[in-house]
């Protein structure tokens, strides 16, 4: 690939990348860029983590980045995920190693995994932390807390939260990172890690972030009005983001077929409507990526089985009513079935772990 096909493979179906300038001039001069990917270990992986940013890992490996998945112990110990508990946490992060290699993420060969707990051992990271925690005043730090999927205006914290944001700046520069990846939800904590490297002189990092998959439910139902960033806009989105908390318009990596087609038909579909739609978000940063291809299985009585190779086609014909709601959930569900198949096949042979993070979710919802 030439520069940019890589630059256009790196930044395809992203929300923004800070700069792509930044990311282009990077590709021009080194050989083998590092990126990395954050994730807390916080209980069963829905298709927004390992198909949304499982293809973009895809993505970026290769264009040519050796790319670090951070499981992030520590931090999801502080944010008391899975009971707070570290032997939950563990388990949880082998569970998602076993994901992201049935997603097939891993298969490129430039793709580790790294523990936060790994860099906590070294004495420079936590140096960094301090650093950066001098660096930045209490008001900044407060206003990133949105990072860990806190409301913006929360009267009460826990003083370990404080460490959360200045932690995940400082896991960018351990890792001596030319990119850090992350939904746009984690915006706040990236812009403090550039802002903090002009401070330092230390390497600032490209940050690339990728729309939030919506969780399935209407808007109405979905929204509590938390705020969760000072753009309303923004907000409103995260708190709409598929969350594994809501398993009813939460599509799990390893759901059954019959479960799959069971929350695509109940999902929030309306018709003629792009915005807001989380169907055709589910095409548009699911299907078309992993496939390439949607087919729409409609009755012949309204022009029958259709293909679309582009999303903006399929949207078009939306859009103009050519396609029912109803036909677009039979394809899109059939084309997740078709993704996901690998997952579930692995955990056909290997279900221990997932066993054990079923009984765990189940235990915490029961206290």
Known sequence: MDIEERVNLVARNTEEIVTLDELRMLLETTSRPRAYWGFECSGL????????????????????FD??????????WINNKLGGLMENIRLCGEYFKQCFEALGVTSAGNVRFVWASELADDIEYWEKVIRI??????????????????????ADIETAW?????????????????????????????????????????????????PLLSGLQPPAAGFSG???????????????KMSKSKPESCIFVHDSPEEIRAKIRAAYCPPKQEEGNPVLEHARYIVFPELGVLDVPRPSKYGGPISFERYEDLRDAYINGEIHPLDLKN?????????????????????????????????????
Request: hydrophobic share 45%; glycine share 8%; aromatic share 6%.
């Open 67 to 76: 790319f670090t998945i951070f499981l992030a112990d520590w931090h999801s």
């Open 162 to 210: 404080i460490f959360y944001p200045c932690m995940q700046a400082a896991d960018i520069f351990q890792l001596e990172l030319d990119m850090a990846c992350g939904g746009i939800d984690q915006r706040k904590a990236h812009m403090l890690a550039r802002d903090v490297a002009e401070k330092m002189g230390w390497r600032k990092p490209i940050c690339l972030h990728t």
């Open 226 to 240: 938390a705020r969760f960033d000072e753009d309303a806009k923004l907000s409103e989105k995260i708190g709409l």
């Open 331 to 367: 394809g899109v569900a059939e084309a997740l079935i078709k993704i996901l198949e690998p997952v579930r096949e692995y955990f056909r042979r290997k279900p221990k772990l997932l066993n054990e993070m079923l009984r765990i979710e189940s235990s915490l919802r029961q206290e």
């Open 45 to 64: 992986m829905h298709i927004g983590m390992g198909l949304v940013c499982g293809s973009k890992i895809k993505d970026v490996a290769r264009a040519g």
């Open 133 to 154: 925690a001098k660096g930045s005043s209490l008001l900044r730090i407060r206003r990133a807390l949105t990072i860990m999927g806190r409301e913006l205006d929360m």
